[in-house]
């Protein structure tokens, strides 16, 4: 008698089985020769239309999907099209520094919960070249914003950064998994530009930046900087005191990092 999988809350898992969207996503992989990484494959529905493709990686945390999984893909797996590694993703970038030797796109359904981590980490794996992912819209959104939207945050920021371009494909409906979640997914792609590497001091400075949205850039960074530092800073660089954060764009913000490191105005 075949075991029935349910979905577990702790993995935040919510299985995709609309084969419309399924093609949707393998239609949208770049063409090019590079490996194929998927994080969290589940019950392996995706898995199976990428190793038609290409040679795929797997991660996955679940033992009981594991067993499923290796089943399900033995004749690949034999063959050396596609290799599953049970283990947490982000353990295996800690020790790993990439989650391929290789040149790689990410193309994945993410869980919600750790979506965000895990994007941010393949930002800084060299090896990643292309982000395919399905995660909550409303964190899309985020990552996908310019200024003056009211979605702007500092993942937008970091992630202007880091690519070429970054946009949503399309959206994906509760009732396209099981279980179906309480939220719409979208379909979140990004190119990566070759060699770029975060400043972590940077990254700190745009979370103090973004603390309170609503409130003046200006108000947000006085509890790091001296007001009388800032206002040099602002008059230097011809900023309006009334600005608020998500109406500075990518190269405004480097611009005041770059003279509060300098000056080490802080308060």
């Known amino acids: 008698m075949k075991k029935t999988i349910i979905a577990k809350k702790k993995f935040g898992q919510n299985f995709l089985k609309d084969q419309t969207v399924l093609s949707k996503i393998i239609q949208s992989m770049p063409n090019n020769n590079n490996h194929i990484v998927e994080i969290g494959p589940g019950l392996g529905d995706l898995t199976e239309n990428l190793v038609k493709y290409k040679d795929t990686t797997a991660y996955e945390v679940d033992t009981?999907?594991?067993?499923?999984?290796?089943s399900k893909f033995a004749i690949e797996i034999n063959d050396e099209r596609f290799k599953l590694i049970h283990t947490d993703v982000l353990e295996a970038w800690e020790q790993k520094g990439s989650l391929h030797n290789s040149n790689y796109d990410l193309i994945a359904n993410l869980p919600y919960y750790i979506a965000t981590n895990i994007?941010?980490?393949?930002?800084?794996?060299?090896?990643?070249?292309?982000?395919?992912?399905?995660?909550?819209?409303?964190?899309?959104?985020?990552?996908?914003?310019?200024?003056?939207?009211?979605?702007?945050?500092?993942?937008?920021?970091?992630?202007?950064?880091?690519?070429?371009?970054?946009?949503?494909?399309?959206?994906?409906?509760?009732?396209?998994f099981d279980p179906?979640?309480?939220?719409?997914?979208?379909?979140?792609?990004?190119?990566?530009?070759?060699?770029?590497?975060?400043?972590?001091?940077?990254?700190?400075?745009?979370?103090?930046?973004?603390?309170?949205?609503?409130?003046?850039?200006?108000?947000?960074?006085?509890?790091?900087?001296?007001?009388?530092?800032l206002s040099n800073i602002?008059?230097?660089?011809?900023?309006?005191?009334?600005?608020?954060?998500?109406?500075?764009?990518?190269?405004?913000?480097?611009?005041?990092?770059?003279?509060?490191?300098?000056?080490?105005?802080?308060?």
């Open 119 to 176: 994007i941010l980490r393949a930002f800084e794996d060299i090896n990643c070249e292309n982000i395919i992912v399905m995660i909550q819209r409303e964190v899309a959104q985020k990552f996908a914003a310019k200024v003056n939207d009211k979605e702007y945050s500092s993942l937008s920021i970091i992630t202007q950064l880091v690519s070429k371009e970054a946009r949503i494909l399309f959206d994906v409906p509760p009732e396209s």
């Open 234 to 267: 602002y008059n230097e660089l011809n900023i309006k005191e009334t600005l608020r954060p998500h109406e500075v764009d990518v190269s405004l913000y480097s611009q005041m990092y770059t003279k509060v490191k300098d000056g080490k105005q802080q308060s």
């Open 64 to 70: 009981d999907l594991i067993a499923v999984l290796k």
């Open 180 to 229: 179906p979640p309480k939220v719409v997914s979208s379909i979140l792609f990004i190119s990566k530009k070759k060699d770029v590497e975060l400043d972590k001091g940077f990254l700190k400075f745009l979370k103090v930046c973004f603390s309170q949205p609503r409130k003046k850039l200006f108000k947000n960074l006085t509890s790091l900087y001296s007001k009388e530092a």
